[in-house]
C-alpha cells in the first residue's frame, strides 16, 4: 500500500458525556469518521451524528483496541478512538503510543493525533467552586496496572506536601479495601473537617455530587463511575452558598497579610 | 432590587485560544452575554460574536475584577468572567468564590456557574502524545501568592513519589532565579535523561513546542506563556514518530510481566 493511501488515527477525549462540554474540533471528527473505536460503554455516550461503523470492545482490552484502531486507519481509514474526559488523563492516547513504541516499523505514515477533553475531576471541580484552584495532584487509585506500594507512597508525599487530592478510579468490585487504605493514609495527614467532593456521574444523567469532609468520607458511596477531590489545609466550606459556589482553594497560601486584598468595585449596586 | 431581577454570573475557559477548543456551553454564554470582564489579553482572544461590553483589566487586579463582575450580575447583567485554560486551575474561578466567602451578605442570589475549560497542560500533553497517562501533579511556580518554601516542598514531594510534573507560571521578568532552582530540585530526583516537553503559546499563533530533556531544560526560553512537562521515570521518548506521538508516560509501573500485553488485532493489514 502506499503512503498516500494510509488514514489518519485521532485519539479524542468527549469529556464527561454532555454533548455541548465536547470540544467543537472533537465533535468534527467523529462526524467525519469512518470508524469509531472504543470502549462499549464510551461509544453509547457518542451522541454526534455519525455514518461510522462503531467498533465496540470490552474494559481492560486496551492493547487490541489500540492494534485494530492502528489497522483499520493503516488501511485507509478516517479512525477515531473515543474516550470518556481527557484521553490523556488515565485513557486511550497512552495505551495507543505505547503500541508505536513497541512497534517501531509498523503502522509508519499513519497520521496520528492526540485531541483533550474536559476530564472528570475538572468537570467536578467546576460543579462546585473551585477546589483545583491551587497546586494539585490527580492519583488513580486502582492496582491493576501499578503496585500499591507506588500508590501508598504517591499517596503521602502529595498528602504530606499540602496538595489538593484528585483520585480517580477509586474503588470496584475487584479492589475492596484500598479506598478505606488511602483513606485512612490521609487522614494521618489532613485534619478530620478537610472539604471533600464526591462525584458521581458527573455531567451524565444520574449526576450525583456530595461535598463532606474528610472524616466521613468512609460513609460515602464510592465506585468505578466516582471522581473524588481532597482539599488541602486551606481548602474552604462556604456553607450558606449554592452548590456552585461552596467549596474553593484560594490563590494565596500561608503569607500572612493578603498580597491582594479585596476592593470592592468602583461599579455603583444596588 | 428584587430577587428576580439578579443576573447570573458564569465564569468561564475559553482553553487555550483556538475558537474549535472551546466548550460549545462556553461559546454560547460568551454569545449571550451582557458583559465580559477579564484579564485585557485574554479578552482579545475571544473571537466568538458578541454584543457584550468587555470590561477589561490588567493582571493581579483579580479581586477587583471578581468584585466587579459579581455587582454587575447583581445589577441584572449575563455577565461572563473570562480566562483563559480552565477557570478552576490557577486562574478566575478561585478568585470569584473568594469574594463570596469574604462577603457573606453580599452579591446573594446572583446565580453562578463555573464552566471547565482544557488547561495549558492538557493541550501541550496531546500535542506530543500521552505525558500525562499516568499519576501527575499540577504546581505554579510562581511565589507571588504562596511562599518559595512550600513550592520547594511539593516539588521535591512530587519529584521523590515520581509523579510526572506540570509546571505554570515557571518564570517572569521579576522571578529570575527560581525556575533555576526548581530545576535544581527536579534533577536531584530525576535522570538528566528525563522527557521534558516544553511549550510556549500552545493552540495560539506562534505555538512552538520542544521535546527535551531534564539536563537541557535550564537552556531552554522560558516565560509566563510556557508551560512545562518534566516526565516520570517510567516517561519515554519515542524518537522516530512525528512530534503528535513523541512522547507518552504507560500506563502501567513497575509490575514486571506486563497484564495486558500487545495482542495484534484480527483485522488484516497490509
Redesign the interface.
Known amino acids: ?1 502506499s503512503a498516500d493511501q494510509l488514514g489518519s488515527l485521532a485519539i479524542v477525549g468527549i ?1 464527561p458525556g ?8 472533537v465533535a ?1 471528527r467523529i462526524a467525519s469518521a469512518t470508524d469509531l473505536v472504543g470502549y462499549a460503554r464510551y461509544l453509547d455516550l457518542v451522541s454526534i451524528e455519525t455514518a461510522a461503523r462503531r467498533h465496540r470492545s470490552g474494559n ?5 483496541r489500540s ?2 484502531a ?3 486507519a ?2 485507509g481509514g478516517r479512525v477515531v478512538v473515543v474516550s470518556s474526559g ?6 486511550m ?12 516499523d509498523r503502522w509508519c505514515g499513519v497520521r ?8 472528570a475531576a ?2 467536578l ?3 462546585v ?12 487509585l486502582s492496582d ?4 500499591w506500594e ?1 500508590i501508598e ?2 499517596l ?3 498528602a ?4 489538593v487530592i484528585a483520585l480517580y478510579n477509586p474503588a470496584s468490585r475487584h479492589r475492596p479495601w484500598q479506598f478505606g487504605r488511602a483513606v485512612e493514609l490521609l487522614a494521618g495527614h489532613r485534619d478530620s473537617a478537610t472539604p471533600v467532593i464526591v462525584g458521581r456521574d458527573v455531567g451524565r444523567p444520574g449526576e450525583h455530587i456530595s461535598v463532606l469532609t474528610l472524616g466521613d468520607l468512609l460513609d460515602a458511596e464510592i465506585d468505578m463511575r466516582t471522581v473524588i477531590i481532597v482539599g488541602s489545609s486551606t481548602t ?1 466550606i ?1 456553607p ?3 452548590l ?2 461552596s467549596v ?8 500572612g497579610a493578603d ?9 455603583a ?2
Chains 1, 2 share one sequence.
Request: aromatic residues 8%; negative net charge.
Open positions: 500500500m469529556g454532555r454533548s455541548d462540554w465536547c470540544l467543537p474540533d468534527e481492560r482490552v486496551e492493547a487490541n492494534a485494530l492502528l489497522d483499520l493503516a488501511d481527557d484521553p490523556g488523563v488515565f485513557a492516547a497512552s495505551a495507543v503510543v505505547e503500541q508505536l513504541d513497541r512497534w517501531p496520528f493525533e492526540v485531541l483533550p477533553g474536559i476530564t475538572q468537570a471541580a467546576s460543579r467552586g473551585a477546589p483545583l484552584g491551587h497546586d494539585f495532584c490527580v492519583i488513580s491493576v496496572l501499578k503496585p507506588l507512597r504517591r503521602e508525599a502529595a504530606g506536601a499540602d496538595f474552604r462556604l450558606d452558598r449554592p456552585g459556589a474553593y482553594t484560594p490563590r494565596s497560601y500561608g503569607l498580597p491582594n486584598p479585596t476592593v470592592p468595585s468602583n461599579h449596586t444596588a
